[in-house]
């Protein structure tokens, strides 16, 4: 086997660089008389391929490859069976191989090394292993000894290691020729040819013993030399460190020297800024002479004087809000200059702020006999009275303002707010005076504008609303005035916060200045206790700015929101739907201001919040008024009040809500309003003693499904379908129950035929029935002659006619539903009579036309 394995390295592997790793002798299972080689190779050079060969002797004794297969091309091993002693096996590649081993061993051995490789190499797809035993693949150290007693080791770790026989070079094998020929006995004794190279070894080491012994002289020469060389080394290495320690000293000293002259270079630095910083104080403090004049003895009632005045002011803001470092601001020097410059602004404040209280004084004195005056002064438009008087004489002194007296100018603010406040009361009393003159006009017995009408409730009798005159045009009367009021506060409140804005400077904050300065003013360190300034962000500027303007503007003008409430509550107690108005006007004024954060916006919000709640109080209480209605149950019912009522409410609610912005609120009270109207009109009905609960239900029901196609409110459009549902159900109930059956008898009788076909008797043969016989049925017929008939409809129709009311107008509706019923029913008993009594010629007294007939008759009739 050694020989064979020899012979493939040799001739068949060692040519293409491969190794043999594994080989089993094998014919095909179908031909056993063509044997061939299996063999596992693997190549030299890396990267390492694995293949499977085929390999057959040529008819020249020849050993080549037939075909080969690469590991990966392998799909699946199978052994055929777990046992050890079958030679059947098969290779799946591009098709199935079936092999037959010669020898089970080396079966075993090929199969054992084709699993190793499989499990060594990273295949795409490991082949699958079958039907062979478990310890060929548990991965441990597998011995099989083949027919020529070699041992192969397997081993899971070192699968380069399986191979057994290991080819010589050519030069190895030169040189065991050439060894072999030297000896004679190397061929025929073995034995005797190892005992020689064993010699041969042993006198090679002795020789090499000697050669290391007899340099031992020449070894400790070396090393003498080796010592010499290292004391050199270290007197090298002392004269290094000292030359270092010198240049340490130098380095240390130039140090020193660079040092002191920083030292000095910071110093005249110092100096000179600490120079600058005095020339720049002892410049900014200095306050020329004819300002300290002009700001202790100002003159501000002259033209030349207040500019004088302006300047000194100016002069005197700009040494004060000069900024100084603060280490400066503690010079005594500095103290005492800051002290003069209090003083001088202390003076030059109470000027001012004399000066304005007389012309408060003064202007308050104009306003207030212009006030008790009209002829003075017309009370029409509190814009024109303040831009004639006030401001104009203000506007001058707005450069003071926000230097000398922001605080000290509230203290004087109380005669600005009482102004105002003058002239507020004033619109109102115009219009208070207006109302008053056209009632003394109208006459003293209306109560009021329009007379009252808090009564005018849904659920409450037309009869009862207490109208002395005409309520739409008073209700037209009430917007205007209301619009009047809020477009004449409008332009003011805005124009007059902007007057405020400008003059108290309200939209100036404190300046954030750097933590490194102040000013002789106290703006700076010394005013935020030396804290670090945080720069606001704007939106935080912007409402702290928003909320001293709405402050000051509550302050100036805070009877506007009362008086306001006051004039529409007082509006509302003569009639509840003016706050209907009320609501509409100012949801247009709030929606469309320029700035929502207003203060006069606010103040409308907050007037729209209370008018809001007056509407749904309003609206509650038409609620309660459908549910609490009370009717006279002794008397014919007709239209229920608030039925009645809906109308001329819808189409008030609707002039007053057109294209408004709060159609949204009316709108979800009408589907309230109406829902409760269909829960209480069943009520009604069911109670009333006087009117049958269907015709209760049918007149209301058709009155309100014609008044809602009427309004076409969308949002009422499934009221509207259900009323219409609702006005059918009724009327059908009341054509039933009162209109029944005329021929009663007749329909008994068929009835009874109708038993009988249910039975199992055939209509053909009902005839012959004692109880339904032709005689029976005659006799039945004659009972209802055409003038009884005709009698008994006249009849029902005043029946009908004094059940319904009058202004509906629903007599002929339900008389036509009525004959309609009559006539279904005739056309059922004739029907029955062609059916079960054919060819009898058996009919009733009259016919259809007839009835059609009697129907016109009586309806004409009255």
């Known amino acids: 086997m050694a020989a064979i394995r ?98 089970t061993q080396e079966r075993q051995s090929f199969l054992i090394v084709l699993w190793k490789q499989c499990s060594n190499y990273s295949l795409k797809e490991r082949p699958e292993f079958k039907n062979l035993p478990k310890d060929w693949m548990s991965g441990e150290a597998v011995s099989i000894q083949a027919k020529n007693n070699t041992a192969i080791t397997l081993d899971s770790s070192e699968p380069a290691d399986l191979e057994e026989y290991q080819a010589l070079t050519e030069k190895e094998e030169l040189d065991l020729e050439q060894l072999m020929n030297q000896c004679n006995t190397a061929v025929s004794n073995a034995e005797a040819f190892i005992e020689t190279l ?62 002191k002259n920083m030292l000095i270079e910071v110093a005249n630095r110092n100096n000179q800024k600490l120079l600058a910083e005095l020339e720049k104080v002892v410049y900014r403090l200095e306050l020329p002479s004819k300002y300290q004049v002009a700001l202790v003895d100002a003159d501000l009632t002259s033209a030349q004087g207040l500019q004088q005045a302006i300047e000194a002011g100016k002069a005197l803001q700009a040494v004060m809000n000069a900024e100084i470092h603060p280490d400066l601001v503690r010079l005594a020097a ?71 007296i922001r605080l000290r100018i509230y203290m004087e603010y109380r005669l600005y707010n009482f102004l105002l406040n003058i002239c507020i009361y004033a619109i109102f009393e115009d219009l208070s005076a207006k109302k008053q003159q056209k009632e003394q006009k109208g006459g003293s017995g209306g109560g009021g504008v329009g007379g009252s009408s808090g009564g005018q409730l849904l659920g409450v009798d037309r009869e009862q609303w207490v109208t002395d005159s005409d309520p739409a045009a008073e209700r037209v009367r009430f917007d205007q005035m209301l619009e009047r009021v809020l477009a004449q506060l409008e332009p003011v409140c805005l124009s007059e916060q902007n007057f405020c804005v400008a003059f108290f400077q309200l939209d100036v904050l404190s300046p954030t200045t750097k933590n490194t300065q102040t000013t002789l003013d106290g703006i700076g360190l010394d005013n935020r206790l030396e804290s670090e300034p945080v720069a606001l962000p704007q939106k935080r500027i ?87 209605i009370r009717v006279n149950k002794k008397s014919k019912c007709g239209i229920l009040p608030f039925v009645a009522n809906f109308e001329e409410f819808a189409r008030t609610s609707e002039l007053i809500f057109n294209n408004s912005e709060r159609r949204t609120d009316l709108d979800k009270w009408y589907v309230r309003l109406v829902g409760a109207m269909f829960e ?154 062609q059916r079960c009594y054919p060819g009898s010629m058996i009919t009733l007294d009259f016919s259809i036309e007839d009835i059609l007939q009697f129907f016109s008759e009586i309806a004409r009739s009255h």
């Open 542 to 628: 912007e409402k702290q700015v928003n909320e001293e303007v709405r402050r000051m503007m509550g302050d100036i003008f805070g009877c506007i929101e009362p008086e306001l409430v006051n004039f529409i509550n007082h509006h509302e107690r003569i009639d509840s739907i003016y706050c209907m108005h009320a609501l509409v006007r100012l949801s247009q004024h709030v929606m469309s201001a320029q700035d929502a954060g207003s203060f006069l916006s606010k103040t409308f919000g907050s007037v729209l919040v209370q008018v809001k709640r007056s509407y749904d109080r309003y609206m509650q209480a038409q609620l309660k008024s459908i549910q609490d």
């Open 198 to 259: 064993t010699n041969d070894l042993s006198i090679l080491d002795g020789e090499n013993v000697q050669s290391v012994l007899a340099s031992e002289q020449q070894v400790t020469q070396l090393m003498s030399q080796l010592e010499v060389a290292m004391s050199e080394v270290e007197k090298v290495e002392a004269q290094l460190n000292s030359y270092e320690d010198v240049l340490c000293h130098v380095r240390n000293t130039m140090e020193k020297m660079e040092e």
């Open 680 to 833: 209480v009109i069943p009520l009604i009905a069911a109670e009333h003693q006087k009117t049958p609960q269907e015709v209760v239900k049918m007149e209301n029901f058709h009155h309100l499904f014609a008044l809602l196609s009427q309004l076409k409110i969308s949002v009422l459009d499934a009221q509207r379908k259900e009323a219409k549902q609702k006005y059918n159900d009724a009327l059908k109930a009341y054509v039933t129950r009162y209109f029944g059956r005329p021929l009663e008898k007749l329909n008994q009788f068929f009835e009874g035929v109708q038993a009988k076909v249910s039975q199992g008797v055939k209509e053909s043969e009902i005839s012959y029935q004692m109880a339904f016989s032709k005689q029976e049925l005659r006799k039945v017929i004659r009972e209802y002659p055409g003038r009884e008939v005709k009698k008994g409809l006249y009849d029902l129709y005043r029946k009908v006619n004094k059940h319904l009311c009058e202004e509906e107008n629903l007599l002929q509706v339900v008389w036509r539903a009525m004959q309609e019923e009559f006539i279904q029913q005739y056309k059922y008993i004739e029907e029955l009579i």
């Open 334 to 404: 500095v103290q005492e200059q800051k002290k003069r410059f209090d003083k001088w602004k202390s003076k030059f404040s109470n000027i001012i702020s004399r000066h304005l209280n007389n012309l408060f004084i003064h202007l308050l004195q104009t306003v207030v006999i212009s006030h008790h005056h009209p002829s003075h002064y017309p009370r029409t438009s509190l814009e024109l009275m303040w831009a004639s008087t006030g401001k104009h004489f203000i506007f001058p002194f707005l450069e003071f303002i926000n230097t000398w």
């Open 6 to 103: 020899h012979a493939l390295q040799h001739e068949v592997f060692q040519p293409i660089d491969e190794r043999l790793l594994a080989f089993v002798h094998v014919s095909k299972a179908l031909k056993k008389k063509k044997t061939s080689f299996l063999c596992i190779s693997v190549t030299k050079e890396t990267p390492l391929v694995v293949n499977i060969h085929q390999v057959k002797k040529s008819d020249k004794n020849v050993l080549k490859k037939k075909r080969s297969w690469p590991l990966g091309s392998l799909k699946i091993v199978d052994g055929k069976t777990a046992s050890a002693d079958t030679q059947e096996f098969d290779l799946y590649f591009d098709k199935v191989y079936k092999w037959h081993a010669s020898n």
